[in-house]
């Protein structure tokens, strides 16, 4: 079946700009966790979303928002970028019962 | 709060020598523990879970709750296990969610011909 998926592959912003990132889980999978990862702070959780209620919240301003869908796509947002937002942001998903989170390629968001 | 601490970025060894990435974690409670694994240009992938108690392409870890430690280790290095190692802590031992898992700064594998 299908991996993770996430549109678009990479990403250039100007700072001041705002973005969304499109995710989609492997089929069946109803819960969706956003990362971001850069060298200086490796991964780190943003939030996670199951049957569209976010579930968890990582410690990232609230300028970073998501939302998923009755299909369990998500989307994550971030607005005003800033150019320390510049990073790899991966989603993951995983299935009940969980067994591992699955992750998709990222997307590479620079801001200039 | 959960941690996981990587303490080595990098980590070279021969081929056929023995490999131990090292991995240390603070949590409050019953914790489950992964190691994952990036090879160059591939998605971040589990390579194995301490539930599971598996040795995968050869690797094993054993969870120590005393030292705190999920240390993955691998007799013989090969040269295609270069690569982005991941320790990473999900606090839902139990399998009800591995949505948010606290990630260690990764440890470079590189195992040399």
């Known amino acids: 079946k299908a991996g993770v998926t996430q549109t678009p592959r990479y990403l250039i912003k100007t700072r001041g700009q705002q973005v969304t990132l499109s995710c989609s889980p492997i089929?069946?999978?109803?819960?969706v966790s956003w990362y971001q990862q850069t060298p200086g702070q490796g991964l780190q959780f943003l939030f996670e979303y199951f049957s569209e209620t976010q579930r968890n919240k990582g410690n990232f301003p609230g300028r970073f928002s998501g939302r998923q869908f009755s299909n369990s796509r998500s989307e994550m947002n971030v607005s005003t970028l800033e150019l320390g937002d510049s990073a790899l942001y991966l989603c993951?998903?995983?299935?009940?019962?969980?067994?591992?989170?699955?992750f998709g390629q990222g997307t590479r968001l620079t801001v200039v | 709060a959960q941690r996981v601490t990587q303490p080595e970025k990098l980590l070279s060894v021969f081929k056929g020598a023995p490999v131990e990435l090292k991995c240390n974690y603070s949590y409050s409670g019953s914790p489950e523990l992964f190691w994952y694994v990036q090879y160059s240009r591939q998605r971040l992938q589990l390579l194995l879970r301490?539930?599971s108690r598996e040795s995968i392409k050869g690797f094993t870890a054993d969870l120590n709750k005393g030292e705190t430690s999920f240390h993955l280790k691998k007799p013989f290095a090969q040269e295609e296990d270069s690569a982005m190692y991941y320790c990473a802590l999900s606090g839902n031992a139990g399998g009800t969610s591995y949505g948010k898992l606290t990630f260690g700064q990764g440890t470079i594998l590189t195992v040399h011909p």
């Open positions: 301490h539930i």
């Open positions: 089929s069946g999978h109803r819960s």
């Open positions: 993951a998903s995983s299935g009940i019962p969980a067994t591992e989170a699955f």
